[in-house]
């Protein structure tokens, strides 16, 4: 009986592991959904809180306050550049996912992988 060098084992589970990592098949129609509804949630989060901070909308602190916070509490300086940044930041991505993913879309659902 012959045995396997216990190198021949080590790569075969390493590219195991490996394919298993990176190879990638079509989710069920459930989790895509699912999926969709967490970024949703995810984005009015985002949404609430980088139009608080930028505009002061939904009874957030505004631009104003927040650099007042940033830079004497937190202790970042400049403070007003770190308010935009943190507003732009949030309220950007948020405002972003629904375009980008009104741009895949069409291409994904007629690319008949689903």
Known sequence: MTSVPPTDVAKRRVRA???MTFTT???ARASDLALA???IALAW??????AGKLFGAFNGPGLHNTALFFSN???LHPGGFFAVLGGV?????AIAWPWASVRVWPDWRC???R
């Not at 989060?45 to 980088?50: A, D, M, Q, R, T």
């Not at 930041?89 to 991505?93: A, H, P, V």
């Open 45 to 50: 989060i985002f949404i609430y809180y980088g």
């Open 73 to 75: 509490t937190a202790h």
């Open 89 to 93: 930041i949030e309220f950007g991505g």
């Open 25 to 27: 098949r079509p989710g």
């Open 111 to 113: 690319s008949g992988t």
């Open 17 to 19: 592991l490996l394919t």
């Open 37 to 39: 509804g967490v970024r």
